[in-house]
């Protein structure tokens, strides 16, 4: 068996010389040896290498050429890639396949001739033009295409349905594509576990080395690793895909600065970044939020509800709103999430219905937050990005940007007319969130309550240089330890997190009026250190953690005739 | 890396909302530093000084309005010395940006156009700071992927930014004839590229003066490497950084002093050092307890830096130029497997007496520290103790002291 790492090998040798072959694959554990600043993708993948497959390695990647190190007992041919596609690089090229070539026949014993190779070569590139037509008209004969010649597994659904979503970036599993499916749209994977790996601008010439070395360099779509310009536009005028999902893997050197290019089109998109371990949770939330801000709000329901309930619910607390027909709040109340959000929800909507003394078929629920897909009572779910900021819309007509600072997340959107535009998350450490005050409030023992307000009188500009929890808790210590006040470490706190959330802002070009939400929005300290960073005023509703619920009970709603 | 350049960092971060005036301040310090820096040299006429001057005068031409070449440490800068441009690395930009730690504001902005906070901060640092359009006078870009693909994106984006074709170096892992013959082709033809783009001629013989004042320099380097590996001279941790900063990106008549100085001060001085240790990859360039564990004046002294010896099976062959230079990348022990770096390393240590090894690994930098647990395994053959030190080089606020002093001081309890 022949494993190769990625689809810039000669798979016409394969199955000229009718080599069985296989890709490598993401496994469940994660290799150790291998330092953490690796791919998280190499770092799962390395585990599938069995001792006796023979290796058709590419040096695609640092990370790859680092992974190949570990794998030195195989039998293996180490292929140097060029990353530019000019004549000089097609013959040296060339000339390294040709000695894959020898090396895999005396491997494998095998005689092929030439002539052969050639045949399978125009085969190959029948076939490969074939499967782009087939990707936009006939996906099943795509997916029996792609499997034929790359014998990898097909990633996604056949059947074309909802809008069409492109999947930009570094390899992707059916995980992501599934989230896409759920949300009831379908994805054409242009990553390169899919079919675009495979297509190229193609020039047979006399010397089949050279033919092939051409077919693997000149793709359609170069790698994120070439030195060409990744041609994103021509893809997407294309396919003009409703939205795109650009999928980079942590550590991955290439695929986030698709970004750039995508933010100077039209097209709405989101990026997310993949590292193997977590459940792709918060990638979910960013994919369905974007669903979300291109979904043409669906036809009015004749819905008979009279009690329109926006749930919550966060990782911290949970929220309920309850409005009546005309939008007016009648209900509001929060509690903590604790380890069953289902159970805290309920509890909050069985205390809102006695209140107001309704019953389940009188109303009409939507969940939100991270715990939506727990509250099975809930008629219907949305992210809390589009929640959020149809709830500050609502109270604040003209907001253009949001910035929701919560206990383990903070957000910032850019908004027009209610709906999102642009928005950035961060929830993977605890750098500008709540989070991160917990810690400075258990480390100087000041109630959470009053840091704000003591921040305020420091008395000079001291600066905390990290943002990362665990650094800052050993430089608060050290601050403490040379004798400063804590009012001055409050404010150089304060100071870190605004940081972090200015270039939030920046990242998605945010404009005033500037509405601040959020559990943390109540923290004076942190309100002043944001204002003077952005130099514009803040906003902050008298009820900043309510207002996602409040959004997911007017979009509720909003589907009433 | 001196307290100096963090308080002239802090006032120049005051006027950062300004471009202009904070361009200009940093060129007033930088020019300011470089005045000293020549005094002192003249003076002292030591290799130190010498090292530390010449690695200013690299990052001055960034700021003075020189006709510029943006390179990454390991681009063949000679070429550019044909056509009469300054090479300036955006690695050793970003370095000196966290030297007076502003390398912030040059973070956030390559962070603003989606670059992951993940990646290498040498190249966010060093995108963020043409994003920030205080480079002025780049007529050129170029890059070779040798150690770290990471490399093309990062300045296929900033020569767009400077509206110039990137000049691409691909060089393959191994060093064999073809390989050796495919480079050079690229090295002609990057030549031709450049002559086309900046309308000049290339000048072969600033070309072949700038290989022959290498050819002295490293030959230099290598009669008194004997000497050196039983004396070495005391250095700061950061110097090493110099030093191994200037030898790729312009070695110069700055350097050709240094090393001539060196020569002479193996023949007087003995410096006691109480323990010898071997540095592999980079340091970080701030201001941070390393450089105070490992200053000159301390016990513990850096003899060697992986990354200042890595020309060592290279010799200079002015008769072919082209040929010569692709030689040089290909011989590079750190460009394929990681067993041929491993004998390197063992190498130097064993040449040098090293009583341990410290390999750096910098965030974000697969190439280097991908497969450390190799490298460890072989000192631990050895018995030559060995630390695998996570960090940042460029963002401060990525790192902590207290980590990094808990983690060497164990490891120099293990040597004492
Ligand atoms: S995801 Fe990126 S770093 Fe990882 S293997 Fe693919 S190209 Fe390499
Ligand atoms: S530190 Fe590593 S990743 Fe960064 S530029 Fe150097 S080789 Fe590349």
Redo the contacts with the bound molecule.
């Keep these: 068996m022949i494993v190769y790492n990625c689809p810039l090998v000669p798979f016409e040798f394969f199955h000229a010389l009718k080599i069985p072959f296989r890709r490598i694959e993401p496994g469940s554990g994660e290799f150790q040896y291998l330092h953490p600043n690796v791919c998280a993708f190499c770092r799962t993948a390395v585990c599938s290498v069995k001792p006796d497959e023979v290796l058709v390695w590419t040096d695609s990647c640092d990370s790859m050429r680092r992974s190949y190190d570990f794998l030195k007992k195989n039998r293996s041919f180490y292929l140097h890639v060029p990353v530019k596609n000019d004549e000089i690089s097609v013959r040296f090229f060339a000339r390294e396949l040709q000695r894959l070539w020898e090396f895999l026949k005396t491997t494998f014993k095998r005689e092929v001739s030439l002539d052969q190779l050639e045949k399978t070569h125009q085969w190959f590139v029948d076939r490969s033009s074939e499967l782009q037509r087939a990707m936009t008209e006939d996906p099943y004969r795509a997916k029996a295409i792609f499997e034929e010649l790359s014998n990898q597994k097909w990633i996604g659904s056949l059947e074309k349905r909802g809008r069409l979503v492109l999947l930009l970036g570094s390899w992707a599993s059916d995980e992501v594509v599934k989230i896409v499916e759920e949300a009831g749209d379908f994805t054409l994977n242009a990553t390169c576990s899919g079919p675009y790996a495979l297509i190229s601008d193609v020039q047979t010439g006399p010397d089949v080395f050279e033919s092939i070395a051409r077919r693997i360099l000149n793709k359609r779509l170069p790698c994120g690793r070439f030195a060409r310009e990744r041609h994103l536009q021509s893809l997407i005028g294309r396919f003009r895909p409703d939205v795109i999902v650009l999928h980079t893997v942590k550590f991955c050197d290439f695929y986030h600065f698709d970004e750039g290019m995508l933010r100077k089109l039209t097209v709405p998109f989101v990026t997310i970044e993949n590292d193997f371990t977590n459940a792709l949770e918060q990638s979910r939330t960013r994919i369905e939020a974007l669903l979300e801000r291109v979904r043409e709000r669906g036809d009015r329901k004749n819905l008979r509800s009279s009690y329109f309930i926006g749930i919550d619910s966060g990782s911290t607390s949970t929220k309920i709103v309850v409005l009546n027909e005309r939008g007016e709040i009648l209900f509001e109340q929060i509690s903590r999430t604790g380890a069953d959000p289902r159970e805290s929800a309920k509890r909050l909507m069985d205390h809102a219905m006695k209140t107001l003394k309704f019953n389940e078929e009188n109303c009409f629920v939507v969940a939100t937050g991270y715990g939506r897909g727990t509250i099975d009572f809930a008629h219907e779910r949305m992210t809390e990005l589009t929640c959020h900021a149809v709830g500050v819309s609502h109270l604040y007509p003209d907001v253009r940007t949001i910035i929701d600072v919560g206990g383990q997340d903070s957000k910032v959107m850019r908004v027009e007319k209610g709906k999102i535009v642009d928005f950035v998350m961060n929830d993977k450490c605890a750098a500008g969130t709540g989070r991160f005050l917990e810690i400075v409030s258990s480390i100087l023992e000041v109630p959470l309550e009053k840091m704000g307000k003591e921040s305020l009188k420091a008395k000079q500009q001291l600066n905390i240089s990290s943002v990362c929890a665990v650094f800052a808790e050993s430089e608060i210590i050290s601050l403490r330890s040379k004798g400063y006040s804590r009012q001055d470490i409050l404010f150089a706190a304060h100071s870190a997190i605004a940081r972090r959330l200015a270039t939030m802002y920046e990242r998605i070009k945010g404009v005033p009026p500037v509405v601040l939400t959020g559990g943390v929005a109540l923290n004076e300290g942190l309100k002043n250190a944001l204002e003077r960073l952005l130099g514009v005023e803040l906003i902050v509703p008298k009820n900043p953690v309510t207002t996602g619920a409040l959004g997911a009970a007017l979009m509720g709603l909003q589907q009433k005739r | 890396m001196s307290k100096k350049s963090v308080a002239y960092g802090k006032l120049i971060r005051f006027f950062w909302k300004r471009p202009t005036t904070a361009r200009k301040l940093l060129k007033f310090g930088v020019e300011l530093e470089l005045a000293r820096r020549k005094t002192v040299a003249a003076v002292k006429n030591d290799f130190s000084s010498w090292i530390d001057l010449s690695a200013l005068s690299i990052v001055a031409s960034a700021f003075n309005d020189e006709e510029i070449a943006l390179v990454n ?1 390991f681009f063949p800068t000679e070429i550019m010395a044909g056509f009469g441009l300054k090479c300036v690395s955006a ?1 050793g930009l970003a370095g000196t940006l966290a030297a007076m730690q502003l390398e912030d504001f040059a973070l956030a902005r390559a962070e603003a156009m989606g670059v992951s906070k993940n990646t ?1 901060s ?2 966010r640092a060093g995108l963020g700071l043409n994003l920030l359009r205080m480079l002025r006078n780049v007529k050129a870009v170029a890059v070779t992927n040798m ?2 693909d ?2 093309i994106p990062v300045f296929r984006t900033m020569a767009q930014l400077h509206g110039v074709e990137p000049v691409v170096l691909d060089v393959p892992r191994t060093f064999d004839e073809s390989g050796v013959e495919y480079v050079s082709r690229q090295l002609e033809n990057a030549v031709y590229e450049l002559e086309n783009q900046l309308n000049r001629k290339f000048d072969h013989r600033r070309f072949e003066e700038q290989l022959k004042m290498e050819l002295e320099i490293f030959e230099t380097l290598r009669e008194i490497y004997p000497k050196l590996c039983e004396r070495p001279v005391k250095l700061h941790l950061y110097q090493h950084v110099n030093l191994l900063y200037v030898l790729h990106v312009r070695p110069d008549v700055y350097m050709l002093k240094a090393v001539r100085s060196l020569r002479k001060q193996l023949e007087t001085q003995v410096e006691h050092i109480d323990k010898r240790f071997f540095w592999m990859h ?1 340091s970080p360039y701030y201001d941070n307890v390393l450089n105070e564990i490992f200053s000159k004046h301390s016990r513990y002294t850096v003899v060697a830096c992986e990354l200042s010896w890595d020309w060592m099976d290279w010799k200079v062959d002015v008769s072919h130029p082209f040929k010569s230079i692709a030689e040089k990348l290909l011989l590079n022990p750190l460009l394929s497997g990681v067993d041929k770096r491993i004998q390197f390393a063992k190498r130097l240590t064993l040449d040098f007496r090293a009583d341990g090894v410290i390999h750096f690994n ?1 965030l ?2 697969k ?2 520290s991908g497969s450390v647990e190799f490298i460890k395994r072989a000192f631990d053959e050895l018995k030559i103790p060995f630390l695998s030190l996570d960090g940042d080089c460029v963002d401060h606020t990525n790192s902590s002291a207290e980590q990094f002093k808990t983690r060497v001081e164990a490891f120099l309890e293990m040597i004492r």
């Design positions: 440490l690695e290498c040498f190249h150690l770290c990471g490399n980079l910098h974000g930098c190439q280097s």
